[in-house]
């Protein structure tokens, strides 16, 4: 039954991603045929100053925004589980970013980091707090970044909520009746049947977070300032469409699929085990 879809998905995916890959043993500039390079789009891929930049600031994106998103979707998930006086309101307005496109939500990001009269800076000014220039400092941007993806933490909320509903309600009642207090519930019930939920949500995450930094990076700072938001993603794209060297931006998918991959491999090592057995 599922034999035609999975035959559509390798022909659509699968083989264009194996091209790709093929692409980065040859030069090719999509007008000439491809001509074989061997290793050397590799050594002049590696030995570029942008390379390390941008993989340090896509390490850097994922290392901080996976576990901020993985923590906001869990307490926010935690706050809105039982039913309350305008439970849903505030669940659809959690749920509502996650369906905007990423090109609208960076223009809107773009007026809400605006240093003079965005609504985040006038925020921080009425509270006499600091008010950065966030897209103008290396430092700030970044940070500018991770915050916008904190507030598309939709479906990991969605699929959390759904965790705390497939625990029992048994297990807390005899909790309650041992006399245990919210943190030792928490600790010792909530955590340990949500482990596979958040497992699969921080996977989801690490793979989506290196690919999410393009639209934020190209559209609100075109890489900069100084570099500071040039990330893998968005090399690749000047690579392969601004430069016409495909063999490059295929050497840097290549390494990008690599480390997703190397991460996924840790990850997976660290949180072996982390099933409902555990519990």
Known sequence: MLLPYLLFSIALVGLPVLISFGLAFFKYDAISPPIWNGLFNFTETFSDPLFKIATLNSLFFVGLAVPLRLFGALLLALLLNQPRRGTGLFRAA????????DMAYALIALWFFNPFYGPLNIILKTLHLPAPFWLTDPTTAKLALVLMSLLQIGEGFVLLLAGLKDISRDYFDAAAVDGCGRWQIFRHITLPFLRPWLVLLTFRDVILSFQSTFVPGYVMTGGGPYYGTFFLPLMIYEEAFDRFRFGNGSVL????????????LVLYMLFKGWGHDDA
């Open 94 to 101: 959690i749920v509502l970013p996650t369906v905007i496109p």
């Open 253 to 264: 998918m290549l390494f990008m699929f690599l480390l997703t991959m190397g991460l996924l």
